[in-house]
């Protein structure tokens, strides 16, 4: 019984894997209600002017916000880190965001790679379904 016990003890240890990544879901379309950051003076963001699209590996970014540095435009790809980060690839350079979704708000806070020190005053987009 006691060899029983230890097996099922190993093969418990053994299929412990960090590899199970499990981030929340944050598919569907997300409109950008803020935009905090160190610039000048904070826009005001018209809900509905940055509409990002999310589906399990692509963003399509459209803004129609007068404020071109709030949000890159068209479709990149995007993977998961770990289960707080993701990885964008936009076209000329790439950009690591904290994920924080909380009753129906998603929170992307500009961040660097996983390891990295951290760097402050990074943008953080706000966003509403």
């Not at 240890?13 to 199970?20: P, R, V, Y």
């Not at 399509?60 to 690839?89: C, D, K, L, P, R």
Request: aromatic share 12%.
């Amino acid at each position: 019984m006691k060899k029983l016990i230890l097996l099922f003890a190993f093969i418990g240890l053994i299929s412990c894997n960090d590899d199970d990544l499990k981030p929340v879901d944050i598919s569907g379309e997300w409109k950008m209600t803020a935009y905090l950051g160190f610039v000048p003076e904070l826009p005001q963001i018209e809900k509905g002017s940055v509409v990002w699209k999310i589906d399990p590996t692509n963003i399509s970014m459209i803004n129609n916000s007068e404020h071109a540095y709030v949000s890159q435009e068209g479709t990149f790809g995007y993977n998961w880190i770990n289960e707080e980060t993701i990885f964008i690839h936009y076209s000329q350079f790439t950009a690591y965001y904290k994920v924080n979704l909380l009753d129906g708000k998603l929170r992307l806070t500009q961040t660097v790679e996983p390891g990295t020190p951290e760097i402050s005053d990074q943008p953080v987009l706000e966003f509403e379904k």
